[in-house]
């Protein structure tokens, strides 16, 4: 009898598996950021926190290889989500004292670290059981579950740690919540192994190694790295929403808005037309065009006036148009990343592209505290503005250029 052959289910699990990745991140930036910068720490304190959030990310390359060739992606994505869990619980029974900043930043580390293995896992299945036609509305709606675990551990988690009485019942809740989102594992296939995987670790991780070689030897390859390198779409005032919002006003339950239930609705769709958007004209230039477009924002917001309800509007527009970045992103790193050493791959574009966001943020938190918050819009604004330009330049000055006029040897760019 003929085996039924597999159909890819539909991309929206991939908002599903990749929640608890946001809710990580979020938890962080937004629950833990308010109630410690109302605990006394400044907002450089609340960056540096982020930072903790965002260093495993650029560095995330290196343990990567791990997921392309030990154990299966469900048993990797089941270790992410325990580990990640367990460590959201852990932040939320700490006591907020400033004095523990330190401690938070480690568990911080921790928690975001973990994330990042079940993410992996989740992208090793998207690359191998998505159409190239598709990879645009794959990563969009990869993003949007990003994006929209980053809304459920900010603004659920704050709202929670603020009317419950008890803080610790954000990190507990959020725990569970990641553990429920290993459902869609019974409808993903399980990647084959790659090629070599019967022979020792060390000759498939040289294998690896000729993949990701193959990556940064096509003109794709090099400029999806190059544009993920450069300040474009970051997103990084998103990490200091909590810290800043007392120059607009808004309290606790209004930061919980922008960061929670607003920021789904207009984050999730955003990532998802990105996404879509991009698989009809050339992806980096749709990047590239969605980080004007938060340039722009940003600029918008610096200029506009400070009230709670301005504060509401300009936050989610902002989520808007970085859900429309990070559906590009991914749509860009799908695209460059092809099938073979898959996690790999997609993990040295997305080490990449979080190295500037980690410095955005940075810079994002010693501007405000030097200047205020409106100085810190316009410096991220410039940022992406110089991003953009500098790519284009880039880009049209390599057109039709090949491998071999670069450096002796086969292959074609």
């Known amino acids: 009898m003929t085996a039924k052959p597999h159909k890819p289910p539909h991309p929206a699990v991939y908002l599903v598996l990749y929640l608890p990745y946001g809710a990580a991140g979020g938890y962080v930036t937004i629950s833990l950021a308010w109630l410690l910068s109302h605990a006394g720490a400044s907002v450089a304190a609340v960056a540096g926190l982020a930072g903790m959030v965002l260093l495993p990310n650029t560095w995330k390359v290196l343990w990567a290889p791990l997921i392309d060739t030990t154990l299966t992606s469900k048993t990797w994505y089941a270790i992410g989500i325990v580990l990640t869990g367990a460590s959201l619980a852990a932040i939320g029974l700490m006591p907020l004292e400033t004095g523990l900043l330190p401690a938070f930043g480690a568990m911080a580390l921790t928690a975001s670290l973990a994330s990042t293995l079940s993410a992996m896992a989740a992208e090793r299945f998207m690359a191998f059981d998505t159409p190239d036609h598709e990879k645009g509305r794959a990563a969009g709606w990869s993003q949007a579950g990003n994006l929209g675990g980053t809304g459920l551990g900010g603004g659920a988690g704050l709202w929670l740690a603020v009317h419950s009485g008890h803080p610790w019942t954000a990190g507990v809740t959020l725990a569970l919540i990641s553990a429920a989102c290993m459902w869609p594992l019974v409808l993903l296939r399980e990647p084959g192994r790659m090629k070599g995987a019967s022979r020792t670790y060390f000759s498939v991780i040289a294998e690896t190694g000729r993949d990701v070689w193959s990556l940064v030897r096509t003109r794709i390859g090099l400029l999806a790295c190059f544009i993920c390198l450069l300040p474009i779409g970051t997103g990084g005032v998103q990490q200091l929403w909590a810290a800043i919002a007392k120059d607009w006003g808004a309290d606790a339950d209004q930061v919980a808005l922008a960061g929670g239930l607003l920021s789904g609705l207009v984050s999730i769709p955003g990532a998802v037309a990105g996404g879509y958007l991009a698989d009809r004209m050339d992806r980096k230039l749709a990047y590239a065009l969605f980080g004007v477009a938060s340039a722009l924002t940003a600029v918008a917001m610096a200029v506009g006036p400070r009230t709670p309800l301005a504060f509401l509007l300009f936050a989610s527009l902002y989520n808007l ?48 505290t030097q200047w205020g918050s409106g100085a810190m819009l316009w410096v991220e604004a410039g940022l992406g503005v110089v991003g953009v330009v500098f790519y284009v330049l880039v880009a049209r000055s390599t057109r039709g250029l090949t491998w071999k006029k670069l450096f002796p040897g086969p292959g074609v760019v």
Not at 343 to 349: E, Q, R, S
């Open 321 to 368: 148009i970085i859900g429309f970045c990070y559906g590009g992103y991914a749509a860009v790193t799908l695209e460059a990343i092809g099938k073979g050493a898959a996690v790999t791959k997609y993990n040295l574009v997305s080490s990449i592209s979080n190295v500037p966001i980690l410095v955005v943020t940075e810079i994002d938190g010693w501007a405000a």
